[in-house]
């Protein structure tokens, strides 16, 4: 289906990737006026400390659909993404990384399927070119994305993605939720699928991600996406309890009946459990609440523009 009124918003962080930016605005721009739809491209500049302003300000002379969002420091890729949605003007966007690892030619792929009708189209590296310390920790964030989303990815951790404009509008009351994107998407979409994309090897500049990021990301996307590890712990607790006041229960009758002599070994560690699985009750059901909170305090503080430049 070809969609006249379809606008494609291209949103993509920038941090540090000054030697990638004239390949990257060249192409980008071309697959997009070949395209033949209207556009615009946001770049979020993550506090860059190199050249990556004055070169995007450079195209930007030349295409006046380039918009520029400076934020006031590194927040990270995925703020820096939330804020590029918050200022779109079109009604499909696509997410992409500003390395070159992926292709602006596949972005036609992406708007096809929103066409077709899905609310979300996920990115799937199929021939990946990261070391396996990178894919180690992705591997594993995307099988706990598989299962706490309930709709089965082979790559939740790619840049490219692409998202009808009805399914974020919002977005601002997931607080952290927010910055894990696709998961949330693939959550909030009433359909969704995968197109294969290409994936190039990284020729200029350096990753800003290694094993201990990403490991950090696993655990981040844990705490802000889900309670679980709260209710384990809570779950945990109700075990305790339960099982040190039945054994002190028939404790008590065995000795009434007379059928063990006193064992204050096992009163003492009845003792410490009952109180150990109180401490896990407490502590499962204060982290949950502490979880509500910490998201509604992050609706509207996960990062700070200081400049929007646009012609």
């Known amino acids: 289906m070809n969609n006249p009124d379809t606008f494609i918003s291209v949103i993509i962080p920038i941090y540090n990737e000054e030697e990638n930016i004239d390949e990257l605005c060249v192409s980008l721009t071309k697959v997009l006026e070949d395209y033949k739809k209207e556009y615009e491209i946001i770049f979020v500049d993550d506090g860059s400390s190199d050249q990556s302003i004055g070169l995007l300000k450079k195209y930007q002379d030349t295409n006046n659909k380039i918009k520029i969002i400076k934020l006031t420091k590194n927040y990270g890729q995925h703020i820096a993404l939330i804020a590029g949605i918050e200022h779109i003007k079109g009604n499909i966007i696509v997410t992409m990384d500003g390395d070159l690892q992926n292709s602006p030619k596949d972005i036609p792929k ?27 920790p992705s591997y594993v964030l995307n099988k706990i994305i598989c299962k706490i989303t309930g709709v089965n990815f082979h790559d939740y951790n790619c840049g490219m993605n692409a998202v009808r404009k009805s399914i974020i509008e919002n977005m601002d009351k997931y607080g952290e939720m927010r910055k894990f994107f696709p998961a949330l998407m693939a959550k909030l979409a009433n359909s969704c699928c995968e197109v294969q994309v290409e ?109 929007i430049i646009e012609k």
Do not use: C
């Open 110 to 136: 992406f708007i096809n399927k929103i066409e077709e009708g899905y609310d979300f189209v996920s990115g799937w590296r199929v021939n990946r070119y990261d070391p396996v310390l990178r894919k180690i």
């Open 199 to 307: 994936h190039n090897a990284r020729a200029k500049g350096k990753s800003k991600y290694d094993f201990l990021k990403l490991v950090g990301l696993v655990a981040d996307f844990i705490t802000s996406f889900t309670v679980k590890p709260f209710r384990v712990l809570g779950v945990t607790g109700s075990f305790l309890v339960s099982l040190s006041t039945f054994f002190g229960i028939i404790f008590i009758i065995a000795r009434l009946f007379g059928l063990t002599g006193p064992i204050p070994q096992v009163l003492f560690i009845l003792l410490i459990s009952f109180l150990s699985g109180i401490q896990f009750l407490i502590l499962g059901f204060m982290g949950e609440y502490l979880i509500r909170i910490y998201q509604l305090l992050q609706r509207e503080t996960l990062f700070q523009v200081e400049t």
